[in-house]
């Protein structure tokens, strides 16, 4: 119990830096609020909403909004955007794992490479079902193992301390089959999309640089092998952008993603 606690505790520290990301995350949270068919006056919550970026799409659009993340910091930027829009939205800092809602309160339920970070699939995948109403729509965005952020991640686990027993990997978010598993007898109608973020960069180490400041996956590992073993972090950058040669062309890297989307059976 401790180590699943002490683990989102770490992730609130690792996401902090995250906010330049949202320019990447931004045209992708348009491509979800389709995928999730959502319609003015609907009452939608986003979990794991960062700087809201989703959140304030639907809301754009007449939804009636809740965005929740971990992160103090992204929730800030969040509130930020929202009034730049000129947008009510209702925030929440919590946990997608302890969700802080009535069960069947929303339309839909909605995560773009959120919820895909708690510790415990099968208890995040509950309660975003729970608070989600008969009939409702469950979206969410995911990176497969087999594109390049899911390939990324995997090189960059295996310079990272292992996640505690218990924890798997978050890319079995990105296989529909174990979609289709952990969705289970809960949900009808399976669909799924793909999509590619583009993301400009002007060079192989400029997509590193970027990384290596904003990414979740990356701030807390450059920081740690950069004090305690440079060599280690020359190999990771070497590896990083010998993976990153692969999908870059014409100035943007390509990242491929899942989208899905279920029906809560009535
Ligand atoms: C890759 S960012 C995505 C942010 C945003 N949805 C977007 O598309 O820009 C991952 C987010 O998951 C949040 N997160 C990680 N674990 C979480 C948890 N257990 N409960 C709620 N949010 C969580 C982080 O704070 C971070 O904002």
């Known amino acids: 119990m401790d180590a699943f606690e002490d683990f989102k505790a770490a992730q609130r520290t ?15 949270a348009a491509r979800l609020v389709k995928h999730a068919r959502i319609q003015r006056g609907m009452r939608v919550l ?22 929740l993340d971990l992160t103090p910091e992204l929730l800030a930027a969040a509130r930020d955007n929202a009034r730049t829009a000129g947008l009510d939205v209702e925030w929440h800092e919590g946990d997608v794992e302890q969700l802080p809602f009535e069960a069947a309160t929303f339309d839909t ?23 989600l109403k008969p009939g409702g729509t469950i979206a969410f965005s995911t990176w497969p193992p087999e594109l390049f952020t899911g390939r990324m991640f ?19 978010w990105g296989d529909s089959t174990i979609i289709g598993e952990r969705l289970g007898g809960a949900v009808r109608d399976i669909t799924f999309d793909r999509a590619t973020m583009v ?10 640089q970027v990384s290596e400041r904003t990414s979740g996956m990356m701030v807390p590992l450059v920081e740690s ?12 950058r070497a590896e990083f952008d010998a993976l990153v040669s692969e999908y870059f062309e014409g100035n943007v ?10 029906t809560k059976i009535e």
């Open 46 to 67: 986003d979990v794991a909403c960062g700087t809201g970026v989703v959140a304030i799409t639907a809301a754009r659009l007449g939804a009636s909004v809740t965005g």
């Open 154 to 172: 995997a090189l960059v686990g295996r310079y990272a301390p292992p996640p505690p027993p218990g924890v798997p990997t978050p890319l079995l």
């Open 253 to 262: 890297v390509r990242q491929g993603y899942l989208m899905t989307r279920a």
């Open 109 to 131: 339920v909605v995560s773009q490479f959120g919820h895909m970070f708690a510790p415990r699939p099968e208890v995040a995948i509950g309660e975003m079902l729970r608070v």
């Open 14 to 28: 690792r996401w902090v830096h995250f906010a330049p990301l949202q320019s990447i995350t931004t045209p992708a």
């Open 225 to 236: 092998l950069a004090t305690n073993d440079p060599a280690r972090l020359g190999a990771l």
């Open 199 to 208: 993301v400009p960069a002007l060079s192989i180490p400029h997509y590193r």
